[in-house]
């Protein structure tokens, strides 16, 4: 099925799974309407993480004027849309719950139905969003990466909402593994963006960091690379002090000397794309799969943009910036062909959160 199988559906996306209030209207799963993302990301930065209960106590504040937000940047109302699609799992509990029953309450109010969609399917539909002019649809079979704040995954797709889990990650997700090297690096949260921008100008060969290839299997580990970067850390600490001094330093914490942090960053972030970019470019190649779809949060990274997209023969498909990171439109985007497919809820009440829902 590479066809859109309905010529017109418009669905309404909800997300709040993590730390981003958003919603959304899209056109046959590709043509977004209207994308509202209110991002909590500063409110989390002192806590150099995402706070649980601050971040269901924002959605709560913030959901209705979003989704409101939406349909007004769409020149819709609530009638003119066909479903609702909202994010189920995976999750926090307490923000996928203000999504899903914000969600609840408009299907049944509107009699429209409800589509419960997996976060991790959304990410991989926004590839599908937002076409360049003649940009064809990924073709199946393919291969995602998708790699965000809490998931690093290898997932064979043979057709629409088709899932096949090769790999994931053994320990810290990508996204993770940015975030905390960002904290040891002194650098702001979400420690992504903050890891690119002090990469530039960097030297992406200036420390010879581990690569965990785990050769015949299809998995990721990025807790050796992260440990490598702590050592790397305290080294340079270590040599900026005399042996005397450095003796008697029981946590490294507190030592602050000048770190050469582009290179460190530029170090650290061409070790995990390398890492990324090649395993899915051999998952593709020995599963028969002619594209590679990368998505998540981490998709948005120049290196792995570059490096995934440089060596490999087929069509590889990144969304636009704006729909790497979390975002609704790609929850509409997959509610669409689930939609398609009839596969809503039977009563809007029956949807609950599933927190820990894996792909597939
Ligand atoms: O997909 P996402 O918005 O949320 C989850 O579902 O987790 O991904 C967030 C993650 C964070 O860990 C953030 O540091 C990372 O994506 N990220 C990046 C970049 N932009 C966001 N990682 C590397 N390079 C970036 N430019
Ligand atoms: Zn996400």
């Not at 981490?298 to 975002?327: M, Q």
Request: proline content about 5%; overall charge negative; aromatic content about 6%.
């Amino acid at each position: 099925m590479t066809e859109s199988p309905l010529a017109s559906a418009r669905i309404l996306g909800i997300e709040t799974s993590c730390d981003e209030t958003a919603a959304a209207v899209v056109e046959d799963g590709r043509r977004v309407v209207s994308n509202v993302v209110a991002s909590q990301a500063e409110m989390h930065a002192k806590y150099g993480g995402v706070f649980p209960e601050v971040a269901s106590r924002q959605h709560i504040r913030t959901i209705h004027t979003v989704v409101e937000e939406a349909l007004a940047q769409a020149h819709l109302s609530l009638d003119d849309v066909d479903a609702i699609a909202v994010t189920q799992g995976p999750g926090l509990p307490g923000s996928l719950v203000v999504g899903l029953n914000f969600a609840k309450g408009l299907a049944l109010g509107s009699g429209k139905p409800l589509i419960g969609i997996n976060h991790l399917e959304g990410h991989i539909y926004s590839a599908w969003l937002d076409p360049q002019a003649d940009e064809p649809e990924p073709a199946f079979p393919l291969v995602a990466l998708l790699v965000s704040g809490g998931h690093s995954e290898l997932i064979l797709m043979t057709g629409h909402l088709t899932y096949e889990r090769l790999g994931g990650t053994l320990d810290d997700a990508a996204g993770e593994a940015f975030d905390k090297v960002a904290r040891l690096l002194g650098l702001a949260y979400p420690g992504g963006p903050a890891i690119q921008a002090a990469a530039e100008g960097g030297n992406p060969a200036a420390f010879a960091l581990p690569r965990a290839w785990l050769e015949g299997s299809w998995d990721f580990s990025f807790s050796g690379l992260k440990t490598a970067m702590l050592h790397q850390v305290r080294d340079l600490k270590r040599q900026s002090l005399t042996p005397e001094a450095a003796a008697v330093i029981k946590d490294w914490n507190t030592v602050e000397t000048r770190l050469p942090v582009a290179d460190l960053a530029a170090s650290f972030q061409q070790a995990v794309a390398e890492v990324l970019a090649t395993k899915a470019r051999l998952a593709a190649q020995q599963h028969g799969a002619r594209e590679i779809v990368v998505a998540g949060g981490v998709s948005a990274n120049a290196a792995l943009r570059t490096l995934v997209t440089k060596d490999t023969p087929g069509r590889v498909h990144i969304p636009a910036l704006k729909y790497c990171t979390d975002n609704a439109a790609m929850i509409a985007a997959a509610g669409y062909y689930r939609y398609t497919l009839g596969q809503v809820a039977e009563g809007a009440l029956a949807l609950d959160a599933r927190p820990n829902w894996p792909v597939g």
